[in-house]
């Protein structure tokens, strides 16, 4: 961009040269002839007229008087012209660079680290009892999802806290609170794993989420959102552990303050 800034401003500046260079020769071929082609018209040999010479003189003047006038309108119009060009063409530079860049663009150059996203300060594990899981969700009513990780640390699964209530629910024969006392994380994922995957609640509870790895940036992050028609991803490191999440908000205020930012 800087050196197509720079081709332009030399191919202004060149043109302006010429445009001057020619004006002047113009000037001066009025200025020198013109004279000369009076002098040599009928009764120009009559040196000793007086009168003549006076007149000669007078209308010299006259042409001299107008040259030098339009001489000055055409150095006028045309410098108006080129000036104004370039004024315009600053102008737009300036308006494009207002606009800045596309916001995709931007989120697309701004590493997930930046955001500095949330960390993930709750895991459970498949053997984890529900109750548990289920005091936690009470105790912090902005937490809507768990995150299930393996023995070693891996991310599994990340269940829609809306699971948890509907399985609840789909076995009338026990009270909830011996579902909460008795059943674990891995009951409630055998009973959504069981459902097809094209199923709309499995999908649901069970695919609420991408995972993303911690070197993306956040536009990659927004594209595997929104084609997934999820509000929510996990950043996981080279080991698949979960570091941080995201949500579509997230992604909302780093835009909103990514536009604030002077350009």
């Known amino acids: 961009m800087a ?56 209308y010299q003047k006259e042409i ?13 119009a045309g410098a108006a012209y080129f000036f104004g060009r370039e004024n315009l063409r600053v102008a737009t530079d300036k308006i494009l660079e207002m606009r800045g860049l596309p916001p995709m663009e931007k989120l697309k150059r701004t590493p997930i680290l930046d955001m500095r996203p949330p960390s993930v300060d709750w895991t459970v594990l498949r053997n984890t009892p529900l109750k548990e899981v289920f005091e936690r969700l009470k105790d912090d009513p902005m937490r809507w999802f768990i995150i299930v990780v393996m023995e070693d640390g891996r991310l599994e699964y990340v269940i829609d806290e809306e699971g948890l209530y509907r399985f609840i629910t789909d076995n009338p024969e026990m009270t909830p ?21 094209t199923d709309q609640l499995y999908r649901k509870v069970l695919k609420m989420s991408v995972r993303v790895e911690d070197t993306a940036n956040v536009g990659y992050v927004e594209e595997r959102m929104t084609n997934g028609n999820v509000h929510l991803a996990i950043v996981i490191d080279q080991d698949k ?21 002077p350009q």
């Open 64 to 76: 001299f008087t107008v040259t030098v006038a339009a001489f000055s309108a055409w150095i006028g």
């Open 3 to 58: 050196a197509k800034k720079r081709e332009e401003k030399k191919t202004f500046e060149f043109q302006l040269v010429l445009y001057l260079l020619g004006a002047f020769i113009l000037f001066t071929f009025m200025i020198l002839v013109i004279p000369l082609v009076y002098l040599a018209l009928p009764g120009a040999a009559e040196t000793g007229s007086i009168e003549y010479q006076k007149t000669l003189m007078d």
């Open 241 to 261: 552990k979960p570091l941080y999440y995201i949500t579509a908000g997230d992604i909302k205020r780093c835009l909103l303050s990514l536009e604030q930012e």
């Open 177 to 197: 609170e011996s579902i909460l006392a008795e059943k674990t994380v891995n009951d409630l994922i055998t009973h959504y794993e069981q459902r097809p995957p």
